[in-house]
């Protein structure tokens, strides 16, 4: 259940990302799980979609996908949005039980041709961002910290903890 | 196991799932490249270059090596990552670090492991919970906290960050009035990789910033100086779903 809902934020959130520049219908296709996963084999046929497409950007966080069995693995893709760069997708690759890729995936236009997906940078925002302080990390990255200052540093505080355990 | 030690003027902090030989490994790279290429010390073999005593043909392979590395990437941005310093002699520091640390990724081999030099972030395989590595991302306006999180996934082994706060001497930026990112992560397959897009965007700006994500298969987050935030697309993936673990936790 966890998981799932871990999955179906990214896609939700791969929805949010370019909510800006939705306009109107513009949700192009409907979240369609693929069989190009990981080489498991088990893909999640049909079971997810349906989820959140009619507004692209809102549902999906809590886990409204679970309505069927258990997630498994597989590359499940998200809402398809359109972008002054031309149709948008995300795709979350869960292989055993974990993530291990999110893809940007490339589109084609109606004329048949790929478009290169804009890799630019764009503004997030500090809301999108906060929750994961609290997250479980292994270790700490940061501008480049001498001696002295790591004494100071997160890292040192995680270190310590390693030592203790 | 867990180790710390000092090297280079900052810390190296590693997990892995090996055994003391590994840890004397790591250590005795990041020691053989302290000797070689640290400016500070009088004896190093860059500093007798730096002082004219030594000429470059004349040096190491290694120092060659990494010198040629270093150039090639200067080509790569355009000038925004570059091995002078202003008054042209030889400085390495912004590459050797990283250099050491593929050194030391090849040393420890395809097991798992997590190392971690002055905040700069090289792994393989995954956590001891089975997990991917994750990576909490200083916040630059307050050290003690995070800005947030970012799962190593994907082939993507490396996390880097630059910043123009701390040890802001050993990035010139550009611009007259200072940089316009107090700092740059940038995820990437490759240490050295990571480390020169991330010194060259805080060096070169949005420009760079742009330039490096449109022509190379590399994330980004950059933190300007009133705190705002910038990222590519597959960050933002990233970083959406460790929110997500964050609030599942709770």
């Known amino acids: ?165 | 196991m867990h180790a710390t030690f000092e090297t280079m003027g900052t810390v190296v902090s590693l997990e892995w799932s090996g055994d003391e030989q590994a840890l004397d490994a790591v250590r005795g790279i990041f020691e053989d490249a302290d000797h070689r290429f640290s400016l500070y010390r009088p004896d190093s073999e860059l500093r007798q270059v730096a002082d004219g005593s030594l000429e470059l043909l004349d040096a190491s392979s290694e120092l060659r090596e990494v010198y040629a590395t270093a150039l090639g990437w200067r080509g790569e941005t355009g000038g925004a990552f570059t091995p002078h310093r202003p008054d042209g002699a030889v400085d390495l520091n912004g590459i050797v670090k990283a250099w050491a640390m593929a050194e030391a990724g090849r040393a420890l081999g395809d097991g798992d492991w997590c190392l971690n030099v002055g905040g700069d972030v090289l792994v393989s395989g995954q956590a001891a919970s089975g997990a991917p590595w994750v990576v909490g991302i200083v916040d630059p306006a307050d050290r003690t906290t995070l800005l947030t999180a970012v799962p190593l996934v994907g082939g993507r082994r490396a996390a880097a960050t630059s910043g123009s706060a701390e040890r802001g001497d050993h990035i010139w930026t550009r611009g007259r009035e200072g940089a316009e990112f107090v700092q740059v992560t940038v995820v990437a397959d490759d240490i050295v990789k990571a480390d020169v897009f991330a010194t060259a965007t805080v060096s070169g700006g949005t420009i760079t910033l742009d330039d490096v994500t449109g022509r190379f298969n590399i994330d980004v987050l950059t933190v300007d100086g009133e705190g705002s935030l910038r990222v590519t697309p597959r960050m933002r993936a990233l970083i959406a779903h460790s929110v997500e673990q964050a609030a599942v936790a709770r």
């Open chain 1, 1 to 165: 259940m966890r998981r799932r809902a871990a999955v179906a934020s990214i896609l939700a959130s791969a929805g949010v990302i370019l909510a800006g520049v939705q306009v109107g219908a513009a949700v192009t296709a409907a979240r369609t799980p693929t069989a190009t996963g990981t080489g498991s084999g088990s893909s999640n046929g049909g079971s997810t979609s349906g989820t959140g497409t009619s507004s692209g950007t809102s549902s999906g966080s809590t886990g409204s996908t679970g309505s069927t069995g258990a997630a498994k693995d597989g590359t499940f893709n998200g809402t398809t949005v359109q972008t002054p760069f031309g149709p948008m997708q995300v795709a979350a690759v869960i292989s055993g039980g974990k993530l291990t890729d999110v893809k940007v995936l490339q589109r084609t236009n109606q004329g048949g041709r790929s478009i290169q997906i804009s890799n630019q940078a764009d503004p997030m925002l500090r809301n999108e961002v906060l929750q994961a302080q609290s997250a479980n990390v292994s270790t700490i990255g940061g501008a480049t910290y001498t001696s002295e200052g790591y004494l100071q540093s997160l890292q040192a505080a995680l270190d310590q903890a390693g030592f203790a355990g």
